[in-house]
């Protein structure tokens, strides 16, 4: 019988909330004087469906660092089949009745038909997510377990992830996708994300090696590093309004090096779900921000 503890990550709910969590704050960031409250079911009914996926992925390609997760995913996969299927109708008409249709498709008034418009259209938030998402599972249908191809996977993750989440407060804003795609914060937030990746990847294999990995220094203490010093130089100098969110992203990271730091005493089952709570940790502090 698992703890309590690991139940959110055993039934890969981890995530959903994090997305959630994070979406929430970005729309603070981008002023978002209102938004539609399905973006958030959607947005972790839309997650959870593809970390359910993505697990049972790496159970058919025969994954050779499969984790407790994995496994309890494996074990019930008819259930969860038929939970993806309830949550994926749920999404479909949560987007038709909730969600307005050019965060996916916009054709651009007064453009012709043709081949300019298409692509016009298409270029949209919601669209270049599902290519992301795309990109994201062909990848890794030939994914070695190589820490190289592992550190690919987890940037395409991470950036699927973070653009997932800021596209539902950053399509408010009424500026385009390469504006989201470029932004200090969506990109921050990606590096962020990456690292709660390497950091799970790198704690279980050193767990299963007995050993620190070669270039752990290079895939997470010091990037974690860069994170926080540009996180603290952005909420000094960026708008009041917008501070909180470059702190949380300051704690986050500090909570992932602490965990680090403490590696050794603790769990890389407990570790896995840690990680998490470093992301969630902000929140609070985020919350009582604007309570103030």
């Known amino acids: 019988m698992a703890p309590w503890w690991q139940w959110p990550n055993l039934l890969s709910l981890d995530a959903p909330l994090v997305a959630v969590a994070w979406l929430w704050m970005f729309s603070h960031f981008y002023y978002i004087d209102y938004q539609d409250p399905a973006l958030y079911w959607l947005l972790g009914g839309m997650v959870w469906v593809v970390y359910v996926l993505d697990r049972l992925r790496d159970v058919r390609n025969g994954d ?3 984790r407790d997760r994995h496994h309890f995913i494996w074990k019930y996969r008819k259930v969860f089949y038929g939970l993806v299927t309830l949550v994926l109708i749920g999404v479909f008409f949560g987007f038709l009745l909730g969600v307005p249709f050019s965060i996916l498709w916009d054709w651009p008034p007064g453009l012709p038909f043709g081949i300019a418009g298409i692509i016009s259209a298409a270029f949209t938030h919601g669209f270049v997510v599902v290519l992301f998402t795309i990109f994201f599972f062909l990848a890794g249908r030939r994914q070695g377990s190589s820490i190289e191809s592992v550190l690919f996977k987890n940037i395409l993750a991470a950036l699927t992830f973070s653009f ?12 385009g996708v390469i504006s989201m795609m470029t932004s200090f914060e969506a990109l921050g937030f990606a590096a962020l994300c990456l690292m709660n990746l390497n950091a799970i990847d790198l704690w279980e294999r050193e767990e299963k090696s007995g050993e620190d ?7 997470l203490t010091l990037p974690l590093l860069v994170i926080g010093f540009f996180s603290l130089l952005a909420a000094t100098f960026w708008h009041e309004y917008q501070k909180p969110f470059f702190y949380s992203m ?3 990271s500090a909570g992932l090096l602490m965990l680090d730091h403490f590696r050794l005493a603790l769990s890389a089952r407990l570790l896995r ?5 470093a992301l969630l940790l902000p929140l609070p502090i985020f919350w009582l921000w604007f309570q103030n």
């Open 64 to 66: 050779q660092e499969l």
């Open 213 to 219: 990995h070669v270039r752990r220094d290079f895939l």
């Open 164 to 175: 997932g989440t800021a596209m539902g407060a950053h399509f408010y804003t009424w500026n």
């Open 250 to 252: 300051l704690v986050a």
């Open 273 to 277: 779900v840690l990680a998490d709570v």
